[in-house]
Nanobody, 123 residues
Framework: QVQLVESGGGLVQPGGSLRLSCTAS????????MSWYRQAPGKERDLVAT????????NYADPVKGRFTIYRDNDKNTVYLRMKSLKPEDTAVYYC????????????????WGKGTLVTVSS
């Protein structure tokens, strides 16, 4: 099992940049596919970006393609979300998600969530 802690949120002006971090503890980080989700006020939680176990594959939601980059450092047990050209509609609580993809794990397929970090894009 894994525990996730996000950081890096805050207030940023439109057009600005921000980098979110999610640090994992409690289990081998490279066993987990990692994702970032976000939830805007009054809306459902949406997938933003995903990254495979060793970072070779990434996928992005259409609204963030070309502006956001997900990457991971397995030595630091951390996944990042670099965000640039931020827009007011990017305002949301951003959540880190881990899904156990180790074929020998008793928890294969189980997903875990952090508590989120708030990103506010406003002038």
């Amino acid at each position: 099992q894994v525990q996730l802690v996000e950081s890096g949120g805050g207030l940023v002006q439109p057009g600005g940049s921000l980098r979110l971090s999610c640090t994992a503890s409690g289990s081998m980080f490279s066993n987990y596919a990692m994702s970032w989700y976000r939830q805007a006020p009054g809306k459902e939680r949406d997938l933003v970006a995903t990254i495979s176990l060793f970072g070779s594959d990434t996928n992005y939601a259409d609204p963030v393609k070309g502006r956001f980059t997900i990457y991971r450092d397995n030595d630091k047990n951390t996944v990042y979300l670099r965000m640039k050209s931020l827009k007011p509609e990017d305002t949301a609580v951003y959540y880190c998600n881990a899904v156990d993809r180790s074929p020998i794990s008793a928890y294969y397929g189980t997903d875990y969530w952090g508590k989120g970090t708030l990103v506010t894009v406003s002038s």
